[in-house]
């Protein structure tokens, strides 16, 4: 069994495969390093063999997990690197290793998955879009507050902003003009994400007409949905460039 994580700025996702066929055995979301020692330990039959990780957080702090992963399941956990070239798809920012390793690996998977041109539309902490071209060049892509940084901004940034988390699941069941803060405030982020993610859309078919493949990943893919009906919905998307960077037989 292999664990594979995604360490984002906010949680961590990880699941559990089969080495031999990759069949999933278990999987979650968590916001700390024990969670997901608990997490990962309370799988009936667990056998790691090893451990592959994409993160987007500091050196020190993503050392740290690998220790504890060591200490906790005696294995070397292997972190994916940034490279000018991998898969077909060359890394298209002047500094490779400033992109974000989350949105190099979702682009190498999306490429992989698409077999042309590609739009990855990322929805988690930030909010990421990146372009990859039918040869597999990364044109580059752009990021934006995500809908937890756009909510917090507002309740961090006004005195007037107070709602609870239950509230704010419930407003968005519609996008109509709120009658209340939570609902003014949570459709209109919802309103910014999928504006996000049409214009875009529209930028994708100005550079390749109607030949591209559009990829929607992130904890919040579901909020956009209707604005990108023709997106596949890949919530493992990093996952599958993962295991591309890190082949661990
Ligand atoms: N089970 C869940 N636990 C936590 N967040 C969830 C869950 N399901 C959906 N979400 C939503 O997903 C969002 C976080 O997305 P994601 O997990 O992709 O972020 P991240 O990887 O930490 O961020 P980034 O990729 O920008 O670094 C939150 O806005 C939250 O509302
Ligand atoms: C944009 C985030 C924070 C999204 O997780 C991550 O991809 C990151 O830290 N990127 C580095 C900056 C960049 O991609 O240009
Ligand atoms: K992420």
């Given at each position: 069994?292999?664990?594979?994580?995604?360490?984002?700025?906010?949680?961590?996702?990880?699941?559990?495969?089969?080495?031999?066929?990759?069949?999933?055995?278990?999987?979650?979301?968590?916001?700390?390093?024990?969670?997901?020692?608990?997490?990962?330990?309370?799988?009936?039959s667990l056998?790691?063999?090893?451990?592959?990780?994409?993160?987007?957080?500091?050196?020190?702090?993503?050392?740290?997990?690998?220790?504890?992963?060591?200490?906790?399941?005696?294995?070397?956990?292997?972190?994916?690197?940034?490279?000018?070239?991998?898969?077909?798809?060359?890394?298209?920012?002047?500094?490779?290793?400033?992109?974000?390793?989350?949105?190099?690996?979702?682009?190498?998977?999306?490429?992989?998955?698409?077999?042309?041109?590609?739009?990855?539309?990322?929805?988690?902490?930030?909010?990421?879009?990146?372009?990859?071209a039918?040869?597999?060049?990364?044109?580059?892509?752009?990021?934006?507050p995500?809908?937890?940084?756009?909510?917090?901004?507002?309740?961090?940034?006004?005195?007037?902003?107070?709602?609870?988390?239950?509230?704010?699941e419930?407003?968005?069941?519609?996008?109509?003009?709120?009658?209340?803060?939570?609902?003014?405030?949570?459709?209109?982020?919802?309103?910014?994400?999928?504006?996000?993610?049409?214009?875009?859309?529209?930028?994708?078919?100005?550079?390749?007409?109607?030949?591209?493949?559009?990829?929607?990943?992130?904890?919040?893919?579901?909020?956009?949905?209707?604005a990108?009906?023709?997106?596949?919905?890949?919530?493992?998307?990093?996952?599958?460039?993962?295991?591309?960077?890190?082949?661990?037989?």
């Amino acid at each position: 069994m292999i664990l594979e994580l995604d360490c984002g700025n906010s949680f961590i996702k990880w699941r559990v495969i089969h080495a031999a066929d990759a069949t999933i055995v278990g999987g979650g979301i968590v916001d700390s390093d024990q969670a997901l020692l608990a997490a990962v330990a309370a799988l009936p039959s667990l056998r790691l063999k090893g451990c592959r990780i994409v993160s987007v957080r500091s050196e020190e702090e993503t050392d740290a997990l690998r220790a504890v992963l060591y200490t906790g399941f005696a294995i070397q956990a292997q972190v994916a690197l940034p490279v000018r070239e991998m898969a077909g798809v060359r890394n298209g920012y002047e500094d490779f290793e400033r992109l974000g390793m989350d949105r190099w690996l979702a682009a190498l998977g999306a490429f992989h998955l698409a077999k042309g041109a590609c739009l990855v539309i990322d929805l988690g902490t930030a909010a990421k879009a990146d372009f990859v071209a039918a040869d597999g060049e990364h044109l580059g892509g752009y990021i934006c507050p995500g809908m937890p940084l756009m909510r917090s901004q507002l309740r961090t940034h006004t005195r007037r902003i107070r709602y609870d988390d239950a509230s704010a699941e419930r407003a968005v069941s519609t996008l109509a003009p709120g009658r209340s803060t939570v609902e003014a405030v949570e459709r209109g982020c919802v309103l910014m994400l999928q504006g996000f993610a049409r214009t875009q859309i529209e930028q994708a078919r100005a550079l390749w007409g109607d030949a591209f493949t559009v990829f929607l990943t992130g904890g919040d893919a579901p909020l956009v949905r209707e604005a990108a009906p023709q997106a596949r919905i890949v919530p493992d998307l990093v996952f599958v460039g993962l295991a591309m960077a890190c082949p661990l037989d």
